[in-house]
């Protein structure tokens, strides 16, 4: 397993904040590999919902199913992701004041085994994994200041 995590503040309060992270439609928005997901309730998400993540990189296609096995909105998420990549994505948002939000992420993945897996790995550990998350961060950022 390889854990990556990122925190940075946000000039919005938390609910501005959990409105735009808890959207998983938001996915290409901050991640140009990114093509589709589906499946996202349309009244949002709730602790068991289902959805699947389609990713392009180089002209591989592959898809992540998501389930959604912890939610405290707007507070925590925990996602468990299966397919192409395993493991888990935990969401937390800290109440600065008012106006201001610390938002963090963790992410536990493993690329499954396979040739498709191993293309996988290394074009992220080329990428970073780290500065991947960073940057989807930062659009996390940017849509939750421009409300």
Known sequence: MSVVEVALEIDAPPEDVWDVVADPTN????????VS?????ENG??????????????GVRAKS??????????EYAKVRLSGLVEGTVETWLERR?????????????RFKGGSLGSFA???VSMMGAGRLLRRGAESQKAQAEGR
């Open 27 to 34: 996915l290409p928005r901050w991640n140009r590999h990114v």
């Open 97 to 109: 004041d008012r106006q201001r939000t610390r938002l963090r992420h963790r992410i536990d993945y």
């Open 37 to 41: 997901v589906e499946g996202v309730p």
């Open 65 to 74: 199913e998501a389930n959604v096995i912890h939610l405290r909105p707007p």
């Open 121 to 123: 790995a290394r074009a």
């Open 45 to 58: 998400l709730r602790e068991g919902s289902r959805y699947t993540t389609h990713v392009s990189f180089m």
